[in-house]
Nanobody, 122 residues
Framework: QVQLAESGGDSVQAGGSLKLSCAAS????????MGWFRQAPGREPERVAF???????SYADSVAGRFTISQDNAQNTLFLEMNRLEPGDSAMYYC????????????????RGQGTQVTVSS
């Protein structure tokens, strides 16, 4: 059974930092692109960052330079380090295993966790 369990969400002040973790099980972690998404109330989901099977990362413009995605294949864990947090970063954050194609192709979410809440106050 596929499971993705996020943790690390919290309430912080603007300018602060958080590190999210996502423990994965039930699928071959290293064979998938992995990503972080977020959704704030009344807004569409946003793909924040993803990392392909080769370890190459991509970021949304809104977080580039502030967030870092990484993974530990030995521990089947995905991370998102978030620095210089802004009130606009407040959302429910989800990790996902993405539909993964040939080469470096990474699609939309195939499996998704329940999320962890991040709240940034000004």
């Amino acid at each position: 059974q596929v499971q993705l369990a996020e943790s690390g969400g919290d309430s912080v002040q603007a300018g602060g930092s958080l590190k999210l973790s996502c423990a994965a099980s039930g699928f071959t972690f290293r064979d998938y692109c992995m990503g972080w998404f977020r959704q704030a109330p009344g807004r569409e989901p946003e793909r924040v960052a993803f990392i392909d099977r080769h370890g190459d990362a991509s970021y949304a413009d809104s977080v580039a330079g502030r967030f870092t995605i990484s993974q530990d294949n030995a521990q089947n864990t995905l991370f998102l380090e978030m620095n210089r947090l802004e009130p606009g970063d407040s959302a429910m954050y989800y990790c996902a295993a993405l539909w993964t194609g040939m080469g470096s192709y990474c699609g939309g979410p195939r499996y998704r966790g329940q999320g962890t809440q991040v709240t940034v106050s000004s």
